[in-house]
């Protein structure tokens, strides 16, 4: 199913298929908004410009999002919570891993770009 996120670092909204916590673009959290899929997609323009507007406010975006609480049973999570020594909230957790293999990616994208010289 789709879900409408939005990224408060991008300021943007985003489509994505399940109940993502970190921003493909940017690898910080997620705020899944209540707003479906469909609704979103028959708003015009000037509309979802709005909608993305109101959730640059804190207090507005508040009103908006919604929290999915499944997740809390799942294997990942589970184990991901195992980990969690700092008891940090979920989304920082995950923000943090994600951000640490896009530096990882990135340093084996040099090595090998240095390694093999156009």
């Known amino acids: 199913m789709m879900?409408?996120?939005?990224?408060?670092r991008c300021h943007r909204i985003f489509?994505?298929?399940?109940h993502k916590m970190?921003?493909?673009?940017?690898a910080d959290p997620l705020t899944e908004l209540q707003i479906s899929y469909l609704?979103?997609?028959?708003?015009?323009?000037?509309q979802r410009e709005a909608y993305k507007?109101?959730?640059?406010?804190e207090q507005q975006l508040n009103k908006l999002k919604t929290t999915y609480r499944m997740?809390?049973?799942?294997?990942?999570?589970?184990e991901l919570q195992s980990q969690n020594t700092a008891n940090l909230p979920l989304t920082t957790l995950l923000a943090s891993k994600a951000q640490r293999n896009v530096v990882e990616m990135q340093h084996s994208a040099s090595t090998i770009n240095s390694d093999f010289p156009l």
């Open 71 to 78: 997740y809390k049973y799942s294997k990942w999570y589970k």
């Open 53 to 57: 507007d109101a959730c640059a406010d």
């Open 22 to 26: 970190i921003c493909p673009k940017c």
């Open 39 to 46: 609704d979103y997609v028959d708003l015009d323009m000037a």
């Open 3 to 8: 879900y409408m996120h939005y990224c408060k």
């Open 15 to 18: 489509m994505l298929n399940g």
